[in-house]
């Protein structure tokens, strides 16, 4: 018997919609429970690996991509701006990571 082929970008969008409300949940829980909040990214990172799909930047910012810890601003992490980079600082690992930051982006949100 065949069994019925189900196109890879079904299963990508799914993936895609669970990573939000994990991260959703991870920022929810975060003042309750942060051992928590950090599973919920260690699930987000799982999915994302096996579907094969990226994490957006807006939630890269969000973790540490040393110890995967959920990264809350002023909590747990420290922001910088530094040589036209974003510099976030975790706190938990001592390790920094750096994201792009120009001018033209940011006049599209003001
Ligand atoms: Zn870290």
């Known amino acids: 018997m065949k ?3 189900i196109k ?3 299963f990508q969008d799914i993936a895609k919609g669970r990573i939000q409300i994990l991260f ?3 920022k929810k829980r975060f003042s309750s429970r942060p051992e928590l909040s950090n599973r919920y990214v260690q ?7 096996k579907y094969k799909v990226k994490i957006p930047s807006e939630l890269k910012k969000r973790f540490c991509k040393h110890c995967h810890h959920y990264l809350v601003p002023s909590k747990n ?6 040589n036209r980079k ?6 938990h690992c001592r390790n920094y990571m ?3 930051y120009s001018k033209s982006k940011t006049l599209k949100y003001s």
Not at 43 to 49: E, G, V
Not at 77 to 82: G, N
Not at 86 to 91: A, D, E, F, N
Request: with cysteine.
């Open 86 to 91: 974003l510099v976030y600082y975790c706190i």
């Open 24 to 26: 959703d949940e991870a």
């Open 8 to 10: 890879k970008s079904y």
């Open 98 to 100: 750096r994201f792009p």
């Open 77 to 82: 992490c420290r922001v910088r701006i530094r």
């Open 43 to 49: 699930l987000a990172r799982r999915i994302a690996m």
């Open 3 to 5: 069994r019925l082929r």
